[in-house]
């Protein structure tokens, strides 16, 4: 397992997140709309040069030394000139170095397109690679007609469509992996986990924020739930962690009834891949079986307020075009389906990642 990452305190940056929030609205409130407008376009043309970085691996060329266009050009197979001013873009808005003589070298956050701890590589080639993309650009026809543009670009949903798509699959998975890591130390840095003897993680993928929850509390014991055909690669993990013996794999799915007794429940972006009655079906489930006092952690962003800035409007529109059903939710539409399932929501923790904490408990 990878060591913690050092965190800043979480009210210094809420305070730091609010400055630069009140700086940017004062920014754009001096300047006409469409130079406003015009500006925020231009994050269009930022898009696809950074996954054309990604594919190609530049990083991996630059981490021992800086290269130039022409060298980079050799290594992949692309043309110099072309290549270069992708690169240059990319060096404008900070994401690489140029230097004299057309070189580039690898700076903080080129080193994110490392394969690795840290990595958004994989990440960026999923979601601005050609089948993305391409749902995307079919987003006008789920706004007119409520067909999901994945599912009408391809003719099946994304998860069958992956299924069938090995390579598309495996980066798939190795993009949740990454994006799943960056929210790890945050959860665990403002929750209380040591109380509980033994943790549930519903549709924890191969187990690997139950494991990093388990090195913390040395006194816990794991139940990692997922579909049967994640077993490999959990008991992989499982035995690569050292969790032998307080960590176990158990096949089913959370949309039929299970019976997993638990002190504490974890879901981790499970919700916000269904519709509202299937999310329903998932926590009653989930509540039938859950002992008198046990708590259930939904690890989900909340949608703030009309006007309020936030990622989780972005991802949104990820989920408008890509998971049939899927959306982020805001407290009241949480509180709703949790009250329709027996559940009651006690409390949210705000952490420094967009990922908030749901206490929720029995009615």
Not at 71 to 86: H, Q, S, V
């Amino acid at each position: 397992m990878s060591s913690p990452q050092k965190l800043p305190p979480f009210g210094l940056v809420k305070a730091l997140n609010g400055f630069r929030n009140l700086v940017l609205k004062l920014h754009r409130s001096l300047f006409p709309g469409q130079v406003v407008l015009y500006e925020q376009v231009q994050a269009f043309w930022l898009l696809q040069p950074l996954y054309i970085a990604a594919e190609l691996n530049i990083a991996e060329f630059l981490k021992e030394k800086p290269l130039s266009a022409e060298e980079l050009a050799y290594k992949t197979g692309c043309r110099p000139e072309a290549l270069y001013r992708i690169l240059r873009a990319l060096a404008s808005e900070g994401i690489f170095k140029e230097k004299d003589g057309r070189c580039f070298m690898l700076n903080s956050r080129a080193r994110a397109l490392l394969e690795g701890e840290g990595s958004l590589r994989n990440m960026i080639i999923h979601h601005l690679g050609k089948i993305n993309w391409s749902a995307q650009g079919n987003l006008l026809h789920t706004v007119k007609t409520g067909e999901n543009a994945f599912t009408y670009t391809y003719g099946s949903d994304i998860y069958p469509y992956l299924q069938e798509n090995h390579d598309e699959l495996l980066r798939f998975e190795r993009s949740m992996s990454d994006l799943s890591a960056m929210a790890f130390d945050p959860v665990i840095s403002r929750y209380d986990f040591s109380p509980f003897k033994t943790i549930a993680d519903i549709g924890g993928g191969e187990g690997l924020l139950l494991a990093r929850i388990l090195e913390k509390n040395m006194f816990a014991e794991g139940l990692l739930f997922d579909l049967p055909e994640n077993s490999g690669k959990a008991a992989a993990f499982i035995a690569s962690s050292g969790l032998n013996r307080r960590m176990t794999f158990i096949p089913g799915s959370f949309l039929e009834p299970f019976n997993i007794p638990a002190d504490l429940y974890i879901m981790k972006n499970v919700l916000h891949n269904w519709d509202d009655e299937q999310c329903c079906l998932i926590l009653a489930n989930l509540r039938k079986v859950m002992p008198k006092r046990s708590k259930l952690l939904i690890l989900e962003m909340v949608v703030p307020g009309p006007d309020r800035s936030s990622y989780s409007k972005m991802i949104d529109i990820q989920m408008l075009a890509a998971m049939p059903g899927g959306r982020e939710r805001t407290k009241p539409e949480f509180h709703s389906l949790l009250k329709k399932s027996g559940l009651r929501l006690k409390r949210i923790i705000p952490t420094i990642a967009p990922l908030s904490i749901l206490e929720t408990v029995g009615e």
